[in-house]
């Protein structure tokens, strides 16, 4: 295993990986990291991470419940 000084944190909460767990995820040319708790607002409200993931706005919310 690679013993590295580099901490991970969620794109939109900023815990840690030592906190929560995180997803990692590819956008638009970058690596960005997300926690389980705010994977459903980048799924159903992607609009809201528009100031901390590049193009975030233009992305199609996914349907919810009541839509299906």
Do not use: F
């Amino acid at each position: 295993m690679n013993n590295t000084d580099t901490t991970y944190s969620c794109l939109n909460c900023d815990r840690s990986e030592t906190d929560v767990p995180l997803v990692s995820l590819r956008y638009a040319g970058s690596q960005e990291w997300i926690c389980t708790q705010c994977l459903p607002t980048l799924i159903h409200h992607p609009g809201r991470l528009s100031d901390k993931l590049a193009a975030a706005d233009q992305l199609t919310p996914a349907p919810s419940d009541d839509e299906l």
